[in-house]
């Protein structure tokens, strides 16, 4: 039998990494792989939960097909890597941290995965991504008018509003792999 494939997606600052950080123990806990992304940021603010490398050697790692699925945005790549379709082949779900621009190429590879739109009420999410303080205030007003890009363009989706408090967020989230 086959894994699931769940696909986090959402605005920046709306806490797709805070969430899985969160979620870490009960995911694993209930067998859900979650994958570590390879991104092309400092080592100091891609924290532990990806890998950090320079773009030459994302270009080396894409061209040596070491990525289920590939994405460029913000000025940064973002990887995948290919170890996950051993996890979904094996039977394991599979949580991916992925972009709501890259949504139908996943969907296309993917085409049974359970797709998660993170969500928080625009004056919140201004706020978080300030008070996040990685970006330059020019970097989040380019995210935040990144945005409007997607505006009703998504389908099939799960919904799910993270302005409120993050633990609420976890339960919904392990409800929705839960259903
Ligand atoms: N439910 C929440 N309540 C309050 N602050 C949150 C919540 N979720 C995330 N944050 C904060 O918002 C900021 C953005 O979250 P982050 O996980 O980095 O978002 P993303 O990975 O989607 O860009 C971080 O500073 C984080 O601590
Ligand atoms: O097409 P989009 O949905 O806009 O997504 C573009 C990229 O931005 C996010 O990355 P990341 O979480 O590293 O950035 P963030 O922390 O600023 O959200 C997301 O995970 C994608 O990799």
Redesign the pocket.
Known sequence: MKGRLIYLI?????????????ARERLTARGVRIARRVITRSAEAVGESAEAVSHDEFDRLERSGAFAMSWRANELAYGIPLQIDQWLAAGEDVLV?GSRAYFEQARQRYPDMLTVL?S?RPE?LRQ??L????ETPEQIEARLARNARFEDSLDELFLLD????????VDKLLRLIDR
């Open positions: 959402g605005p920046s600052g709306s806490g797709k990494d805070s969430l899985l950080d969160a941290n993170l928080v919140v978080r991504l008070k996040r303080n990685r993270n302005s409120g408090d993050l633990q609420e967020s």
